[in-house]
T-cell receptor
Framework: LAKTTQPISMDSYEGQEVNITCSHNNIATNDYITWYQQFPSQGPRFIIQGYKTKVTNEVASLFIPADRKSSTLSLPRVSLSDTAVYYC????????????FGPGTRLSVLP | DSGVTQTPKHLITATGQRVTLRCSPRSGDLSVYWYQQSLDQGLQFLIQYYNGEERAKGNILERFSAQQFPDLHSELNLSSLELGDSALYFCASNGRDSYEQYFGPGTRLTVT
């Protein structure tokens, strides 16, 4: 399983764009990169997934360079409600997938 | 609402006891995952079932066991409970060919 490294915490202000980078140097060919968001005492919630280049949905963008050894989750114009822990996961989508959640990045959005 | 339900919401029990946590996956989802989240350990994958069969095993203790029934609901059994087993236990499910896991609200277990 590819290990991931993220910053433990980040601070931002409302309205700013936030970029959280995840390192995964030993990512395998079949591995996808998935990001989840978790609020206190709630289960994680899927944000976005990608394999290479850029993926965008209604809440975030995911940038993956050609070597795929890192990825950046971009949250545009954050609000106070985006304060949460963000997890980067790397793994294949096959059956028997074994998701390994690292410690995540605790994002605090300040007014 | 993710569509995944877990019962009970809260559970308080004593050391040495045994408890059963229940999870009902989203309608149609065949895979069920169990996770443990404690303050000092983060979110730990325990075990996965797919259509009644064990599919993957993570950091699950021998005192813990799980199963998935024909109606696809799953139970996590925790025995000989220790103080360190106090945690939030999450269940998640996803469907065939789906990478997105849907998490339930969790069961908060307190061992005293």
């Amino acid at each position: 399983l590819a290990k991931t490294t993220q910053p433990i915490s980040m601070d931002s202000y409302e309205g700013q764009e936030v970029n959280i980078t995840c390192s995964h140097n030993n990512i395998a060919t079949n591995d996808y990169i998935t990001w989840y968001q978790q609020f206190p005492s709630q289960g994680p919630r899927f944000i976005i997934q990608g394999y290479k280049t850029k993926v965008t949905n209604e809440v975030a963008s995911l940038f993956i360079p050609a070597d795929r050894k890192s990825s950046t989750l971009s949250l545009p114009r954050v609000s106070l409600s985006d304060t949460a822990v963000y997890y980067c996961l790397v793994g294949d989508n096959g059956y028997g997938q074994n998701f390994v959640f690292g410690p995540g990045t605790r994002l605090s959005v300040l007014p | 609402d993710s569509g995944v339900t877990q019962t009970p919401k809260h559970l308080i029990t004593a050391t040495g006891q045994r408890v059963t946590l229940r999870c009902s996956p989203r309608s149609g989802d065949l895979s069920v995952y169990w996770y443990q989240q404690s303050l000092d350990q983060g979110l730990q994958f325990l075990i996965q079932y797919y259509n009644g069969e064990e599919r993957a095993k993570g950091n699950i203790l021998e005192r813990f066991s799980a199963q998935q029934f024909p109606d696809l609901h799953s139970e996590l059994n925790l025995s000989s409970l220790e103080l360190g087993d106090s945690a939030l236990y999450f269940c998640a499910s996803n469907g065939r060919d789906s990478y997105e896991q849907y998490f339930g609200p969790g069961t908060r277990l307190t061992v005293t």
